[in-house]
Nanobody, 112 residues
Framework: QVQLVESGGGLVQPGGSLSLSCATS????????MAWYRQAPGKERELVAL???????NYADSVKGRFTISRDNAKYTIYLQMNSLKPEDTAVYFC??????WGQGTQVTVSS
C-alpha cells in the first residue's frame, strides 16, 4: 500500500503563489506517473497536472502557464508550483499515484 502525504496548502490572495508537495512511501515511485487533482465544493474532481515516469507533463487548460508540476525521484516526492492564483483555483488538491492511491488532500483558498 502506497502512502501519500500532501502539504503546502493555505490561504493566498489573488495573484499570489503557493507550492504543494506530495511525499510518498517510496514504493514504485519512479516507474509510475503521478498527478495532482482538485475538487471544488459542489464540483467533480478534475485533473490539474500529470507528470509521467520520464518527466513529460500535461496540464489542464485552466492552469497552463501558471502551474508547474515536477518530481524528485530521489526524494519520492512531487511538487506543484502554483503562480498567478485566481479565486477559481480554490479547491482541495489531491495527489494521485499511478498505482491508484490518493492522498488525503490539502486545502487551497484564493481570496482577498
Amino acid at each position: 500500500q502506497v502512502q501519500l502525504v500532501e502539504s503546502g496548502g493555505g490561504l493566498v490572495q489573488p495573484g499570489g503563489s503557493l507550492s504543494l508537495s506530495c511525499a510518498t512511501s517510496g514504493s514504485l515511485f519512479s516507474v509510475y506517473a503521478m498527478a495532482w487533482y482538485r475538487q471544488a465544493p459542489g464540483k467533480e474532481r478534475e485533473l490539474v497536472a500529470l507528470i509521467s515516469s520520464n518527466g513529460r507533463t500535461n496540464y489542464a487548460d485552466s492552469v497552463k502557464g501558471r502551474f508547474t508540476i515536477s518530481r524528485d525521484n530521489a526524494k519520492y516526492t512531487i511538487y506543484l508550483q502554483m503562480n498567478s492564483l485566481k479565486p477559481e483555483d480554490t479547491a482541495v488538491y489531491f495527489c494521485h499515484h499511478g498505482v491508484g492511491c490518493w492522498g488525503q488532500g490539502t486545502q487551497v483558498t484564493v481570496s482577498s
